[in-house]
């Protein structure tokens, strides 16, 4: 069975280590007889930080026949996809990792295991304001249109919970001093800073900037960028709140230790980050396409086999929540039911904060007036 796959590792933000967990989990499904009988055939179409290289991958597998799903890794130009992918186009399934911004969680057609920016977003505001207390909260963002994106969503949450937010502070992805940011964002008053970048190569400049201003204990709000084996031995990410979708951090849990397994046995180094989500990721792809090679009677399944599938199946995710089901509620269709928990970094060690929040996505329906 084709397995197409579309990532973003070419331009200046790039994810290589995402098409590296997608094929380690199809070899370690594969090694376990296939989906539903069948061998997975990985053909895998890298993309730029350009639109336009999207749109040659969705065009190039929505041309061929071959393909009847299509799994969307990590792209930030993912609206470049839709409208050849999508029910518009060759209406072929999307089952999707990460989703970045609004517009992923109102595609039909488009399934993910991903809480996606919403519901991230709004534990890790819900968490500051409700549990710490925050109410001043510096911004430092990452100064692109997926940045711009997510800057509005906070500013919508934050005004719907009574917090407020100082000037935020575009930075480049790339850029190694963050004194300057910091402090053109009013860290010296605020109770929390958000981090809203996604390059872990900001995580240690960071937390440097925080200790040279003497704000090292101020709280920061952020994804899960920092959680890699060496921001836990440094100590970077000491007393951060991090909100992820999975259990992939915690050292304990015998489904993250069951990952890092299925890595070593590839001869890879321990999962971090995206890695861990789309082991989630993969196995909510696994699981749709066994529902549908069923509906197949065990033959190869068609696009609407697929979407069928899709929209049937509820079930656990491997290191993610207990329940998820597709598709969302009213127009969040994306959002399919999953769920955001917090995590932090104590003594050296991960600790979850919170346990699973499942949000009801319709809470987000004002953003569609706007």
């Not at 809480?115 to 890790?124: C, H, T, V």
Request: with cysteine; proline share 6%; aromatic share 8%.
């Amino acid at each position: 069975m084709k397995f197409a796959v579309i990532n973003q590792q070419d331009g200046v933000i790039a994810f290589p280590e995402v098409s590296e967990a997608v094929q380690i989990m199809a070899d370690h499904f594969n090694s376990q007889g296939g989906i539903g009988g069948h061998l997975l055939e990985i053909e895998l179409c890298t993309t730029g930080d350009d639109p336009e290289s999207a749109q040659a991958c969705a065009q190039r597998f929505a041309n061929d026949d071959s393909v009847q799903f299509v799994y969307m890794a990590a792209v930030f130009n993912s609206g470049a996809l839709y409208p050849i992918l999508g029910p518009e186009g060759a209406n072929k399934p999307i089952l999707a990792g990460t989703l970045w911004d609004v517009p992923d969680a109102l595609q039909p057609g488009l399934y993910s295991s991903d809480p996606g920016l919403l519901p991230l977003a709004y534990e890790a505001l819900r968490y500051a304001v409700e549990e710490d207390g925050v109410t001043n909260l510096a911004v430092v963002v990452d100064d692109t249109d997926v940045g711009a994106g997510t800057l509005a969503v906070v500013d919508f949450f934050l005004a719907g919970f009574g917090g407020a937010i100082s000037t935020p502070v575009p930075i480049a992805p790339g850029q190694a001093d963050f004194l300057a940011p910091l402090t053109a964002a009013g860290i010296d008053s605020a109770d929390g800073l958000a981090l809203l970048i996604t390059d872990p190569a900001g995580c240690q400049p960071t937390r440097d900037a925080l200790e040279a201003l003497g704000r090292g204990d101020l709280p920061v709000y952020l994804g899960e960028w920092c959680v890699s084996e060496e921001f836990r031995e440094a100590g970077t990410s000491e007393g951060w709140r991090i909100v992820m979708g999975h259990r992939g951090a915690e050292d304990g849990d015998p489904e993250a230790q069951q990952l890092r397994q299925i890595y070593a046995d590839a001869g890879a180094g321990s999962p971090v980050g995206l890695a861990f989500s789309h082991a989630k990721h993969m196995d909510f792809a696994r699981q749709i396409l066994e529902l549908a090679i069923n509906k197949a009677d065990g033959g190869l399944p068609s696009s609407e086999d697929i979407h069928a599938a899709a929209t049937e199946w509820s079930g656990s995710l491997f290191i993610g929540p207990d329940t998820v089901s597709c598709p969302g509620a009213g127009a969040w269709v994306s959002n399919c039911n999953t769920a955001a928990r917090m995590i932090t970094l104590q003594d050296g060690e991960w600790v979850a904060l919170t346990g699973y929040n499942l949000i009801d996505v319709t809470l987000f329906d004002p953003l569609l007036a706007g």
